[in-house]
Nanobody, 112 residues
Framework: QVQLVESGGGLVQPGGSLRLSCAAP????????MAWYRQAPGSQRELVAV???????NYADSVKGRFTISRDNAKSTVYLEMNDLKPEDTAVYYC??????WGQGTQVTVSS
């Protein structure tokens, strides 16, 4: 069973920053596109950002210019750097591989 291990969520004030991490098995990490999704209460899960094995990235319009996805191939880890956080960014954030694997989710709460 493939395990994606997420960390880095928490409570932050509006305008603050957080960095999420997701570690994956190397054989999975090197072969597949990685992504971050999020799901707010009462809402559908939505795509936040994706990164290909070669490093090509794409972002949801709502986070462009504020969030950065990156990957460290040596550590088989994908990151989501989140800056200028807003209350509407509050959600559970999930790591995902293009093969359909999901992490357990990490809560991000943006509130004063």
């Amino acid at each position: 069973q493939v395990q994606l291990v997420e960390s880095g969520g928490g409570l932050v004030q509006p305008g603050g920053s957080l960095r999420l991490s997701c570690a994956a098995p190397r054989i999975i990490f090197s072969a597949y596109q990685m992504a971050w999704y999020r799901q707010a209460p009462g809402s559908q899960r939505e795509l936040v950002a994706v990164i290909s094995p070669g490093g090509t990235t794409n972002y949801a319009d709502s986070v462009k210019g504020r969030f950065t996805i990156s990957r460290d191939n040596a550590k088989s880890t994908v990151y989501l750097e989140m800056n200028d956080l807003k209350p509407e960014d509050t959600a559970v954030y999930y790591c995902n591989t293009h093969a359909g694997h999901w992490g357990q989710g990490t809560q991000v709460t943006v509130s004063s």
